[in-house]
């Protein structure tokens, strides 16, 4: 077998033990005689997949009581739509602070479904940096602040939690699980699960219940979290394969030391790819300031385009995948997400070196 160390910003590597165990129970799960991914979802195989996953998915996060998961299809996408349906169903302003690409595709989703206000907008600056609190103006009253915790294409992330007197929405997609979240600053965290968590196919989703009290959104039943929440993520058939690997990922994390030592993994990967760069006389250089670089994407530039685009051509017949700049923004970027080990990015850097002195 070869695996190669996969730098793509999702879909994005797994641990190994969690694929190969997956391959194991495919065809016939558990002595059942064919495969979790054929039978009911109703079934008693099944619920004992997604309540082990769902419990596990609030023990490793942290999540607080009062808070519900959901695991919902669509992705992160559709929660740009769907909080705001519902969030501000009675009314309210959706503040949104565009931090980068994803930021503004929330924006645009959520004010087909109400009022939304933008109180920052890193644009103007190419989406260098997050905001300070207090460059922030939230009315008081505003029924949320939407901040993009970790923008993947631009490599922006809040190194501070913004505290603006107003319940915050996030979505932390490209760190989700590996950064701990302040939950009394939120009353909504989501993210597609595809970048850090498990198979593509759904978005975890965790909402503060008393959130969700008295609001009538008028949606179909698959857009409301009132009727996910009653039905425990199964109001119809869930997306059994993500789930079912979400669960393997998590108790990976959770044997692994859970969030404190992901979040150390993290801080440990990105420190190495940063010096390297930091330290490469200007040749690599990192567009973000650095009180807000992304632990979990690095994004980074070399001297010309042609270079970039000879860089990550040779780095990817060197068994280093995925390292091409999002196509808006170019450059390079390499994601290090939970399951990247750290040998993976010690050969990126061995790569790096090597490359500036072939080129240099
Ligand atoms: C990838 C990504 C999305 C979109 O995710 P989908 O699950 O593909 O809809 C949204 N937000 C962020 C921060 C992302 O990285």
């Not at 919902?72 to 959706?94: D, E, H, I, W």
């Not at 922006?156 to 939950?183: A, C, H, I, K, N």
């Amino acid at each position: 077998m070869t695996r190669i160390h996969n730098f793509s910003a999702g879909p994005s590597t797994l641990p190994v033990e969690v694929l190969e165990e997956t391959r194991e129970e495919l065809v016939d799960y558990r002595g059942a005689g064919m495969s979790l991914v054929e039978m009911s979802h109703r079934g008693p195989h099944y619920d004992a997949v997604h309540s082990e996953a769902l419990a596990l998915a609030c023990e490793v996060f942290e999540v607080p009581e009062d808070f519900a998961p959901l695991a919902l299809q669509g992705g992160a996408t559709l929660q740009f739509s769907m909080l705001a349906a519902n969030l501000l169903a009675a009314g309210g302003v959706g503040a949104y602070a565009i931090t980068g690409t994803w930021a503004r595709k929330a924006v645009e989703d959520a004010a087909r479904h109400g009022e939304v206000m933008t109180v920052w907008d890193g644009s103007s600056d190419q989406y260098r940096r997050a905001p300070r609190t207090d460059e922030l103006a939230v009315e008081p009253g505003t029924r949320y602040l939407h901040i993009c915790t970790n923008e993947t294409i631009e490599g922006v992330r809040y190194t501070q939690w913004p505290d603006v007197g107003v319940p915050l929405v996030g979505d932390v997609s490209s760190e989700f699980m590996s950064r701990p979240v302040p939950w009394e600053l939120f009353d909504l965290v989501y993210g597609g699960v595809q970048k850090n968590l498990a198979a593509p196919g759904m978005a975890l989703v965790f909402v503060r219940r008393a959130a969700l009290e008295g609001l009538e959104p008028a949606v179909g039943s698959y857009l409301r979290y009132d009727v996910h929440l009653a039905a425990n993520s199964l109001h119809n058939t869930p997306p059994v394969f993500s789930v079912w690997v979400l669960g393997k990922v998590l108790r990976w994390m959770r044997d692994r030391g859970g969030l404190a030592a992901m979040e150390s993994a993290a801080a440990e990967r990105a420190g190495l790819l940063y010096g390297a760069i930091d330290g490469s006389d200007g040749w690599y250089r990192c567009p973000v300031e650095p009180s807000s670089r992304s632990l979990t994407n690095v994004v980074f530039r070399l001297p010309t385009p042609e270079l970039e685009d000879r860089f990550v051509a040779e780095a990817e017949r060197a068994g280093l995948s995925g390292l091409k700049g999002h196509r808006s923004v170019g450059g390079c970027r390499a994601s290090l997400y939970n399951a990247m080990p750290l040998d993976g990015v010690e050969a990126l850097v061995g790569f790096m070196e090597a490359f500036r002195e072939a080129n240099g």
